[in-house]
């Protein structure tokens, strides 16, 4: 049942209470209620997805920034010689599926060494034991407008009745040929990748992102979806916010079981554990308010400690993002969409008729994954942080339009964003001094450490590279943003500094390590230490960011956790 406040609820005491309904949250309680011996609670912050357009339609997820589906939060981007402090939009999903309703759909699960690296020591989360768990998400599903896909994915590294639907692009797009034949015309470089989830996403292939029938699919739709609310051990409580967590007595190890929520004076009690997936901003944000936290830092806010763990929203990693554009000798391009307001509306009705047409999609069509050479000067000087020989550090999504550059004169475009998928550097997620339960402080940390910023650079010059192979001869003229004449380090870097913006990929806030560990917030079993009955399942326990877009690895560990928690409570 989904109720619209916690008045309506029967009962305040549940087997399990999983915070935030989001992309982790929604898998856990779907899985949970499999048993139907377990009663779970859900309470998420935000509203229902159901019947939220701009959610639906794959095109249109920045129509959902700056809403009522959005926390709308802030973060701030460090400033460095020359270049001031500066804050940025940081978007979340404020909404039943969390940020899987409300992201740009990309499926990208990272790299076979993302999962390999021996972080915490338990082989239960190595590309082996997690690849089941991945096809248990996925649901493959033909293309909206069922173009022939030969050639354009491995189905053998698929999952094809799981529970999201994943697909290639429906729409085709104007480039698709060019950037196709670059692979051919600068192989080394650009060698083409059938599939890109197959554990080694090197090379330039085809976007698969988490859309079927031409609509997006998300937590909310596949695991909450009526068929499971209709579960009678099944309750989730919407526009509901848990401000903190407390144990039942402060005796050695603290038993976390009661929710206290924002606004009312009702207790919730989970008898068995409290989970939180309240995502990498929300969580630690609650646990910090929980008295669980860095205890000098926990002190300066006059919170009482309750357990001592400095790691808590530390660690926090995101990956840079950075768009150059070309202005193009063709009036084929996207930026006749985004500009015309005639084609808009007739797209809508094609969508809303047959869901086909060109806003079944979500991103680009194609991707480009690349490392940096074996004796990369920066490799040699800041050394390798990414988790293997088979991990990219670099990812290109080259598409016609302006993408998010609404400043640039009206002309037609091809762009790229272009992402250092493997960041060094790491920020904060810390309470608001002057107002702890309000929106917290975001320090995303950007180029904070050495190898992140020439590793930008080199992004850009991949990407022009990309850009000079034979075929766009005659139909690039110019680079507009940066600008051609930009080619030294000190131009680019100025550029890279004053236009990069976030991913949106926010991990490792509440990051899993071994027991014995004298970092991390979470052991290997996802529960918190020097604590019992608390448990996190959401992208805060990633130790490191994949390399890659980050919801294919939350499906993942949310369906794993699920599995670990009914084996504690079988
Ligand atoms: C705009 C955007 C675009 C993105 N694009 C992509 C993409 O294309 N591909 C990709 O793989 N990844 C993408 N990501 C990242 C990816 O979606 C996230 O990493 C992933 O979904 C996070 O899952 P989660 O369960 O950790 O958190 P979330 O999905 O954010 O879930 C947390 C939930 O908890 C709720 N919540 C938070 N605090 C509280 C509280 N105090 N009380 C109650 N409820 C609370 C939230 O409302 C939310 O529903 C994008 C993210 C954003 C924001």
């Not at 129509?63 to 020359?82: S, V």
């Not at 590309?127 to 996925?138: F, I, T, V």
């Not at 859309?211 to 979806?225: F, K, M, Q, V």
Request: hydrophobic share 35%; proline share 7%; charged share 15%.
């Amino acid at each position: 049942t989904v109720y619209g406040n916690v008045g309506e609820l029967s009962t305040t005491v549940f087997d399990f209470i999983v915070i935030g309904g989001g992309t982790a949250g929604a898998v856990v309680a779907n899985r949970l209620t499999e048993r139907l011996d377990f009663e779970v609670l859900v309470l998420e912050a935000g509203p229902t997805n159901d019947g939220v357009l701009d959610s639906m339609v794959p095109a249109f997820p920045v129509k959902l920034f700056n809403t009522a589906y959005d926390w709308n939060y802030t973060a701030i981007i460090p400033g460095m010689a020359g270049v001031d402090t500066r804050s940025s939009n940081y978007p979340r999903g404020h909404i039943l599926g969390g940020c899987s309703s409300h992201n740009a759909m990309y499926y990208t699960r990272g790299s076979a060494d993302d999962y390999n690296a021996t972080v915490t020591g338990d082989a239960g989360w190595s590309w082996e034991y997690m690849l089941p768990y991945m096809l248990k998400n996925e649901k493959w599903s033909p293309p909206a407008d069922m173009h022939n896909t030969s050639n354009e994915f491995d189905p053998s590294v698929h999952g094809f009745s799981g529970m999201v639907f994943t697909s290639l692009p429906g729409f085709p797009q104007p480039s698709d040929d060019m950037v196709l034949a670059v692979s051919k015309q600068l192989p080394n470089d650009f060698p083409f990748l059938l599939d890109m989830n197959s554990g080694r996403p090197l090379g330039l292939g085809w976007y698969q992102g988490t859309i079927g029938n031409g609509t997006r699919s998300s937590s909310a739709t596949a695991y909450l979806s009526e068929t499971f609310t209709a579960r009678k051990n099944l309750h989730i409580v919407l526009n509901t916010k848990v401000t903190r967590v407390h144990p039942t007595s402060e005796v050695d190890i603290p038993r976390f079981n009661t929710v206290e929520i924002s606004g009312s004076s009702t207790r919730l009690i989970a008898t068995k554990e409290l989970i939180l997936s309240a995502g990498a901003i929300g969580t630690p944000q609650i646990l910090m308010n929980s008295g669980v936290g860095d205890h000098q830092e926990l002190q300066s806010l006059g919170i009482q400690t309750v357990v001592n763990l400095p790691s808590v929203g530390k660690n926090f990693t995101d990956q840079p993002y950075v768009i150059i554009s070309f202005s193009v000798s063709s009036n084929n391009t996207l930026d006749n969409l985004a500009n015309n307001a005639t084609l808009q509306a007739e797209a809508l009705a094609q969508w809303e008729l047959t869901r086909t047409g060109p806003y079944v999609n979500g991103g680009p069509n194609q991707i480009s994954w690349s490392r940096l050479p074996m004796d990369s000067s920066i490799l040699k000087e800041f050394g390798d942080p990414s988790a293997g020989p088979n991990t990219p550090h670099i990812e290109l999504t080259p598409q016609t339009g302006r993408i998010f550059l609404p400043n640039l004169p009206n002309r037609h475009f091809i762009s790229t964003g272009i992402q250092i998928v493997t960041p060094a550097s790491r920020g904060t997620v810390s309470l608001n001094m002057t107002d702890p339960l309000g929106d917290p402080v975001i320090n995303l940390g950007f180029f904070t450490a050495g190898f992140d910023l020439p590793a930008m650079r080199e992004g850009i010059r991949l990407a022009q590279k990309l850009f000079s192979a034979p075929i766009w001869k005659g139909y690039i003229i110019e680079r507009f943003s940066p600008p051609e004449n930009t080619t030294t380090d000190e131009g680019l870097d100025a550029y890279i500094r004053s236009t990069t913006f976030s991913s949106l990929h926010a991990v490792g806030t509440a990051a899993m390590s071994s027991e014995d560990a004298d970092y991390g917030v979470v052991n290997p079993d996802l529960l918190v230490k020097s604590t019992t009955g608390l448990r996190i399942v959401d992208a805060s326990v990633l130790p490191f960011i994949t390399c890659g877009h980050t919801q294919a690895p939350v499906y993942a560990i949310a369906e794993r956790a699920s599995d670990l928690i009914k084996e504690d409570w079988k």
